[in-house]
């Protein structure tokens, strides 16, 4: 549990619960399941483009705290509330994760605050 380190920045949206925004192992960083919202706890409205993107920025802002980066996630998972939003999502994602680590892809009935994207990572350090 020593090799065992909690990360947490203020350049993300805040946990929204009793969890850590992500944990770094020595081979292994874990990113919990990033919403859109910005660093001050404010949800990010609009297309699924911007959620998408805010999302992402979370991602990295977690991950450079970590001392990693975007280009070193090795498998994402991402969530959905309207598979319909697929497209689009895609199109965003694809600008952050060009590198195309493995990913899952999954339509869940409902998000935490009603947002319509989730997405967690697996990054090496």
């Avoid at 944990?23 to 990033?34: M, T, Y």
């Avoid at 990693?68 to 697929?86: E, G, N």
């Amino acid at each position: 549990m020593s090799e065992m380190k909690k990360i947490t920045t203020t350049k993300a949206f805040p946990a929204a619960g009793p969890y850590t925004q992500a944990i770094a192992l020595p081979s292994l960083i874990f990113v919990s399941g990033q919403i859109p919202g910005s660093p001050d706890g404010t949800i990010v409205s609009g297309s699924i483009a911007a959620c998408t993107a805010a999302c992402c920025e979370n991602v990295k802002a977690i991950l450079a705290e970590a001392g990693s980066d975007i280009s070193k996630v090795v498998k994402t998972t991402v969530f959905l509330a309207d598979m319909k939003s697929f497209k689009e999502m895609n199109e965003t994602y694809e600008q952050y994760f060009a590198h195309r680590p493995a990913r899952s892809c999954v339509a869940v009935r409902e998000l935490p605050k009603g947002v319509p994207v989730e997405i967690e990572c697996i990054a090496l350090p």
